[in-house]
């Protein structure tokens, strides 16, 4: 839908269909997204995106074509994609965009409240329609370890999760609305859910899906998370918690694992935290839910700088990083955790957003100065389907 409402483009449609039906031809499940940061920029330049309750009514109804046109072949659906990352974007550049009142700091937490409305309204639309499909949102952040074993530091671990995975998780899977944390800042300028919104809301996730990337350290802000609370100029006001991915000086001030390629600087290789993460996924929202790591994976630092096709396929921070992945998925399914399944980002090279194609997270490569050439498989990709082949029950 170009214009974000009224005419539907026939040729994405087309598009769309012949992607699913090759998927369907190749024995691949199609799993399909419906919101990943595209929003149209006539709704941006009308009424500021996901900046106004207006876009809720123009993504339900976005969600239902999709629905009609894809639903008869495509039974699992993610409405938006990491939310805190689209969020936290605003406010948007102002040379590029409109300038809206709404004061900066208060602007994600706007663009917040529309996306658990248009979340919960496209999902239980989808579930009239589609009865037996599962329908879920991607959560995205990590799992957080006190950077010491302060009181403060555990606090600034608690804002993180109330400000990261629990701003959505909190209202979709425990109450309905948000945590305390949460609420505390927003009613001073958000209007409350309604009893039939937190109704809404409550529960409209069949799946707990987290794009579950890496880990790091929090800790209090300097001079105290109080005073941060306190201080809305703050750099880190509200959530009030600093991150770092090194450990404490009184631990050796060592990183928590080896870097990505710089372009992605807030990936680091830390698959030791992942049985504990998904734990507490699961302790924590998920309950008796299936639970679905929806994208991880690793940015071999400077791949694009090789020019030798033997280096580029040679891959083994990646490789590594998806053994142990899997090994540790294994491990939290060895320990009760229900896994229902992993998503590795990505099959192959792609265009990376801010980072366009100079980062690389694929598993293939693909030689984007003449994209009809051969692709190869890197040794990572090996490693990932090795997993599979080894311990899948056949």
């Not at 499940?29 to 940061?37: N, R, S």
């Not at 659906?77 to 409109?98: I, R």
């Not at 999902?123 to 991607?138: D, E, P, R, V, W």
């Not at 074993?149 to 998780?169: H, I, K, L, P």
């Amino acid at each position: 839908m170009p214009f974000g409402r009224g005419p539907v483009n026939q040729l994405a449609i087309d598009h769309y269909n012949d992607l699913i039906n090759t998927c369907l031809e190749y024995n691949v499940i199609p799993m399909a997204t419906l919101y990943h940061w595209d929003t149209p920029l006539a709704l941006q330049d009308t009424y500021g995106g996901w900046l106004s309750e207006n876009i809720v009514n123009d993504f339900v109804e976005y969600a239902r074509v999709c629905y009609a046109a894809f639903g008869d072949r495509v039974d699992h659906w993610f409405t938006v994609n990491e939310p805190s990352v689209f969020c936290n974007q605003y406010p948007l550049p102002a040379m590029y965009f409109k300038n809206f009142t709404i004061p900066n700091v208060q602007q994600p937490f706007y663009c917040g409240q529309h996306v658990l409305l248009a979340h919960s309204q496209a999902y239980h639309l989808g579930k009239s329609m589609m009865a037996n499909s599962t329908i879920a949102f991607k959560a995205n952040g990590g799992y957080k370890i006190p950077l010491t074993n302060s009181s403060e530091d555990a606090e600034a671990v608690q804002r993180a999760w109330d400000f990261t995975e629990g701003w959505w998780s909190d209202p979709i899977y425990l109450t309905g609305d948000y945590n305390a944390a949460v609420k505390s800042f927003v009613s001073t300028f958000l209007r409350p859910f309604t009893d039939q919104e937190k109704a809404g809301i409550l529960g409209s996730a069949d799946i707990y899906a987290h794009d579950a990337y890496t880990t790091q350290f929090n800790f209090a802000p300097d001079g105290g998370i109080a005073a941060c609370v306190a201080n809305s100029s703050n750099p880190l006001y509200p959530a009030c918690s600093n991150s770092s991915f090194i450990y404490s000086a009184q631990d050796g001030g060592w990183l928590i694992g080896p870097a990505s390629d710089p372009l992605a600087n807030w990936l680091y290789k830390a698959t030791e935290w992942v049985p504990p993460f998904l734990h507490y996924i699961k302790d924590t929202w998920a309950k008796d839910k299936p639970i679905v790591v929806s994208e991880f994976g690793f940015a071999e630092p400077f791949e694009r700088q090789k020019t030798y096709l033997q280096d580029i396929l040679f891959d083994p921070i990646r490789s590594s990083y998806y053994h142990d992945y899997m090994r540790a998925i294994l491990i939290a399914l060895s320990e009760g955790v229900n896994v229902a399944g992993c998503l590795a980002w990505s099959f192959v090279d792609n265009f990376e957003w801010a980072s366009a194609y100079g980062v690389k997270f694929g598993m293939q490569y693909v030689n984007f100065s003449d994209p009809a050439l051969p692709r190869y498989y890197k040794a990572s990709f090996f490693e990932y389907k090795n997993a599979f082949d080894i311990y899948q029950e056949k």
